[in-house]
């Protein structure tokens, strides 16, 4: 592949990306929560839900660590305050 096929492929997928973006913007919320619902149903027919269950603890834990974070860096209000980044209270 040369440096120009490289950089067409590379061109072609961001219109892709910058694509799909667009559409996710533009879906109503109602289809996105038809389309988790139709997901979360597939699991539990495929028998995904049992290990769901069993990492629900962590999930929920780095949930509340997340919003700790959040809170603590921004005050709430969505404007980073300075500090560490997020990654370093995930550890």
């Known amino acids: 592949m040369t440096r120009a096929e490289a950089q067409a492929f590379k061109d072609r ?4 990306n ?12 109602a289809d996105k929560f038809r389309q988790l619902a139709a997901l979360l149903t597939s699991a539990g027919k495929l028998g995904w ?9 962590q999930v929920r834990d780095r949930w509340v660590r997340l919003r700790r974070v959040y809170h ?3 005050g709430g209000s ?3 305050v ?3 980044g997020f990654d370093s209270y995930l550890k």
């Not at 910058?18 to 919320?29: F, G, I, Q, V, Y």
Request: hydrophobic share 30%; net charge negative; charged share 30%.
């Open 13 to 16: 997928w961001e219109v892709v």
């Open 78 to 80: 969505g404007a980073p």
């Open 82 to 84: 300075g500090g560490p």
């Open 49 to 57: 839900t049992r290990d769901m269950e069993a990492e629900e603890p």
């Open 18 to 29: 910058t694509a799909e973006k667009e559409e996710l913007a533009s879906t109503p919320m």
């Open 72 to 74: 603590t860096r921004t």
